[in-house]
């Protein structure tokens, strides 16, 4: 079945250091790839998504790209913000069967000091 | 963009009590929705896949005499717990997406706690 693995938290960062939040998949065919973000006492937001391999989703200076080599989406930022404290899901969908759900990773709660 | 509506929020009942969320799709239709309980510091657990005008799908290991799920139209999922007791506190999110090659949007959850 499928499975996402995710970089285990909490991960600590001074503001405008460099972020990366490892992220790897099994997977039959060709999933697509999530990351979310989830702040404290809200549901999820869809931070960036990539279809199809070599695709590289972007989104509020989050940077991730689609490896099926490695079968990785490690999510980067090269200067985080207090701001970006959050819980950042990896997680993937199927394309095959005609179900749509979506396979999380565990969550990595990330937190930046000013 | 694609906006999901949960309600209520935040509910704190007694042990015994059934408790209904709602889950709305506010701009688009949705055929299928999912529901997700997250417990603290945790990932999320699907627990069902609500479809519209027919019987949800649930995970194993969910009660679906406990989880009762109803999809009666197209922009609107309900879960009702029912005789909630201490063990169902949790926080239950759904999703719902406009169209089936679309991004899951999700609603800002429900924090239950029982007493």
């Known amino acids: 079945g499928n499975s996402v693995t995710q970089m285990e938290g909490p991960v600590t960062l001074s503001e405008e250091a460099f972020l990366t939040i490892n992220c790897t998949y099994t997977a039959t065919g060709y999933p697509s790839l999530f990351w979310y973000v989830q702040y404290p006492g809200e549901g999820l937001q869809l931070l960036l998504k990539?279809?199809?391999?070599?695709d590289k989703g972007s989104n509020k200076g989050f940077e991730a790209t689609y490896r099926k080599e490695t079968t990785s989406f490690h999510l980067e930022k090269g200067s985080v913000q207090v701001s970006d404290s959050a819980v950042y899901f990896c997680a993937l969908r199927s394309s095959s069967g005609s179900a749509r759900q979506l396979t999380f990773g565990s969550g990595t709660q990330l937190t930046v000091l000013p | 963009g694609a906006v999901v509506s949960q309600h209520p929020s935040w509910v704190i009942c007694k042990s015994g009590t059934s408790v209904k969320i709602e889950c709305r799709s506010l701009?688009?239709?949705?055929?299928?929705m999912f529901w997700y309980r997250q417990f603290p510091k945790q990932s999320l657990m699907l627990m069902a896949t609500?479809?519209?005008?027919?019987?949800?799908?649930?995970e194993q290991g969910v009660e679906k005499d406990k989880f009762l799920i109803n999809h009666a139209s197209l922009t609107l999922s309900t879960l009702t717990v029912t005789s909630a007791h201490p063990e169902d506190s949790s926080f239950y999110i759904c999703s719902a997406f406009p169209y089936s090659n679309q991004p899951q949007h999700f609603g800002d959850g429900t924090r239950l706690s029982i007493l």
């Open positions: 990539a279809t199809k391999a070599d």
């Open positions: 609500s479809n519209e005008g027919s019987k949800a799908t649930y």
């Open positions: 701009d688009f239709q949705a055929t299928t």
